[in-house]
C-alpha cells in the first residue's frame, strides 16, 4: 500500500489496524490535523496572525519573507484562499518605513494583480544589493581619498 510505505514506524502503528486506505487516511488527517473545531480555531489564530502581521525591527527582508512565506502557507493548508494584489498588497504594507520610497516604486510601476510573491521579494532582494554597492562605491571614495590625503601629508612633512 502507497500510504504504509511512506510513513515512519511511529505513524506505521498508528493506522495498522486500518482495514482501508480511507480509514487509513481519515486516522492520519485527525491525527495531523485536527477536529474540524480544532482546525477552525487554528485557522481564526492565523488568520488575526495575518491581519496583525508586520516586519520587525532590524529584520532581514529574507527572514520577513521567511515569516510570511510559513504564515500563508500555514492558512492555504487550512483554506484560506489568496489573490496574488491581497498578497503583494499586504507585503508591501507590512514593511518598515524604510522601504517606502522602494513600496511608492512597486505601486507605481507594476499590476500587483499579476506580480508573483516570489518577484516582489526578488525586487526587493535587488534594491538591498544595489543599495549596499552604493555603500561599497561610497566607502572607497572616502578611503582613496583619505589614502591620498594621508599620502600628501607625508610629502609635505
Same mark, same amino acid.
Not at 491525527?31 to 477536529?35: A, D, F, M, R, V
Not at 521567511?66 to 512565506?69: G, I, V
Given at each position: 500500500n502507497i500510504i504504509t510505505s511512506a510513513l515512519s514506524i511511529?505513524?506505521?502503528f498508528r493506522i495498522?489496524?486500518?482495514k482501508t486506505a480511507k480509514e487509513m487516511w481519515d486516522t492520519l488527517q485527525v491525527?495531523?490535523?485536527?477536529?474540524s473545531d480544532v482546525k477552525r480555531s487554528r485557522?481564526? &489564530? %492565523?488568520?488575526i496572525e495575518y491581519e496583525l502581521f508586520r516586519m520587525n525591527n532590524g529584520e532581514s527582508i529574507s527572514d520577513f519573507q521567511?515569516?510570511?512565506?510559513h504564515l500563508i502557507n500555514h492558512l492555504v493548508d487550512l483554506g484560506r484562499k489568496f489573490e496574488k494584489e491581497e498578497l503583494n498588497l499586504k507585503v508591501l504594507q507590512c514593511l518598515d518605513r524604510s522601504w517606502q520610497a522602494k513600496v511608492t516604486a512597486i505601486e507605481e510601476s507594476k499590476d500587483l494583480t499579476s506580480? &508573483? %510573491?516570489?518577484t516582489l521579494f526578488g525586487k526587493q532582494n535587488l534594491h538591498i544589493f544595489e543599495e549596499n554597492e552604493q555603500q561599497d562605491k561610497k566607502g572607497k571614495r572616502v578611503s582613496l581619498k583619505a589614502l591620498k590625503s594621508a599620502k600628501g601629508k607625508e610629502v609635505c612633512e
Open positions: 511511529d505513524e506505521f495498522s489496524k486500518c491525527t495531523h490535523e485536527g477536529i485557522k481564526h &489564530t %492565523l488568520i521567511k515569516r510570511f512565506t506580480l &508573483t %510573491l516570489a
